[in-house]
């Protein structure tokens, strides 16, 4: 989906700002594995915040501050030191549980994935978990996921600081509503309609009658992105930062 | 204590890794022993219960094509962007492993309270998940401070019979500098046994030199240590080597068989010459 562009900007661009977009304000993000377009939306968030913004990237050595080891991270969200962090799923179903073990019986999942990581507790932990997944499909966006990793909501005794905020996609924003605990579509992307994301999406979610585009990255924004930001996401995602931007890492 | 008197040949050091154990590794963003673990595969170990700490990936992969491992603990298994390791996927799919589905804080507190010598600890978050489902040894209790209603998950603690690790170096007592990869100092702590290889043996005391002692795992922790230079190809250790990402590309190509794991095995593993 990434080489379908729009005037110019790629889809992962467009997911890129609506993260950006998210992070506005926030002291610290962190960024796990296996997220290049939420570390590159940190990196550009932390570079428009004039030097406010702390982002913790997992994997890089430059842009990640932790020096107690792999627990720090864990720890440092337990307290309260992270209002940000993002998660992604194998299949995400409408009440913002997310799978990242497998599609069929668990055990013997028939196809693997590679499994929860920290997901079971930092959902519950950092305030604004954002997920994402570029591919929006019905075989990706669920009606209910095959093994929850991580659930999206919480009994009312649960100690529960955190959860799912928002899910960006490939076509759209939805935000989570935690009173009616189910997504809301927020906007779609530049030539996506209302009617594709709803063709696309294999759970109910609420959405209004208009619903707005995706507000674009200005281009200065994106400037900075495609070239400070790229070099500096392309030392923990060398492959992602070549195929997008055609960059590498420098200084 | 001298380094001398923990120093001992790769195959020696292997050995004290019985079948049966429980093994830790840790993911491969800190020190692998790659090379140990290709000598703990010739020397055809069995049943073993591989801990990883928190992430699995090659090693993890090797040892499971090579027939090696009885169960997993991890809170996931991955080589990054070349995906779900493909021996272990064939392993789940056809029932050969148990798997311990774990989340990473869960690792890490599990051996967090082995290093303190209490038997469980609690740690947030999880309710709701199905990993509390299908682990039978993780329980809920509610906080016995609270005033009321609050649930929190406990875990036995992870003790380890033997984390296998490899450094950048040790000195002339057998202190092991790990540097800022402190989850390696965890392992020690919580490992009955631990063994380490390094590149090299400085003639120097790390313990005497602030800038190095914070990043140091003390000698009395360690149980034998080897010298392998490049011991942690072709996955690279960090300050020292980067990965080797064809090799690495070749295994995630080749593993998808059994055929090709062999194959693969054969050359770099065993050291056969094709035929």
């Known amino acids: 989906m990434s080489s379908i562009e729009l005037d110019g900007v790629s889809r992962a661009e467009i997911m890129i700002g609506a993260i950006t977009r998210m992070l506005q304000g926030l002291r610290h993000v962190a960024v796990g594995a296996s997220s290049p377009i939420p570390g590159s939306a940190a990196l550009l968030a932390r570079a428009l915040s004039g030097g406010k913004l702390r982002v913790s990237l997992l994997g890089s050595r430059k842009h990640n501050a932790f020096t107690d080891g792999g627990r720090e991270l864990f720890d440092c969200a337990a307290q309260g030191r992270i209002d940000a962090f993002f998660l992604s799923g194998g299949q995400i179903d409408g009440s913002g549980n997310i799978n990242l073990v497998g599609l069929g019986d668990y055990p013997r999942s028939q196809v693997r994935f590679p499994g929860s990581f920290g997901s079971a507790y930092l959902y519950h932990l950092v305030p604004r978990v954002i997920l994402f997944r570029e591919e929006h499909s019905p075989r990706t966006l669920v009606p209910k996921v095959d093994f929850i990793s991580a659930a999206g909501a919480s009994p009312e005794n649960v100690y529960r600081p955190g959860g799912p905020y928002a899910l960006v996609t490939g076509l759209c924003v939805f935000m989570f509503d935690k009173e009616k605990r189910q997504f809301r579509l927020q906007s779609v992307h530049p030539g996506v309609t209302s009617a594709d994301v709803r063709e696309a999406t294999g759970f109910d979610y609420i959405a209004l009658e208009t619903v707005p585009t995706t507000e674009p990255l200005s281009s200065d924004e994106l400037t900075l992105l495609r070239t400070e930001v790229a070099r500096q996401v392309a030392e923990t995602y060398p492959a992602f930062a070549a195929k997008t931007w055609g960059v590498v890492e420098s200084g | ?275």
């Open chain 2, 1 to 275: 204590m001298q380094v001398g008197n923990l120093v001992v040949e790769l195959e020696e050091l292997v050995s004290r890794i019985p079948d049966g154990a429980s093994l830790a590794i840790p993911a491969e963003y800190s020190g692998c022993a790659a090379e140990a673990v290709r000598a703990l595969i010739r020397r055809g170990c069995r049943n073993l219960h591989l801990i990883a700490v928190p992430t699995g990936g090659f090693m993890a992969d090797w040892l499971i094509g090579a027939g090696c491992v009885s169960s997993v603990e991890a809170a996931a298994m991955t080589l990054g962007e070349l995906g779900t390791p493909p021996r272990f996927s064939a392993a789940i799919r056809e029932g050969r492993i148990r798997m311990k589905d774990s989340t990473c804080p869960a690792i890490h507190a599990g051996l967090q309270a082995a290093e303190k010598g209490i038997p469980f600890i609690p740690l947030r978050g999880i309710l709701g998940s199905d990993l509390l489902r299908y682990r039978s040894d993780w329980k809920v209790i509610n906080n016995p401070f609270a005033e009321g209603d609050d649930p929190i998950v406990i875990l036995p603690a992870i003790r380890p019979d033997v984390a296998l690790i490899h450094a950048r170096a040790a000195d002339r007592h057998g202190n092991v500098w790990i540097g800022v990869r402190r989850e390696m100092m965890l392992m020690a702590h919580a490992a009955q046994a631990t063994l380490v290889t390094v590149e090299r043996i400085e003639d120097t005391d790390f313990l005497a030199d602030d800038a190095m002692e914070a990043g140091t795992i003390p000698a009395l922790y360690i149980s034998a240590l080897s010298v392998v230079p490049g011991g942690a190809r072709p996955i690279g250790l960090a300050g020292a080597y980067g990965p080797d990402t064809a090799e690495l590309a070749e295994y995630a190509r080749a593993a998808r068989t059994e055929e090709g794991f062999q194959r693969w095995a054969d050359r770099t593993i065993y050291g056969k010459v094709p035929a």
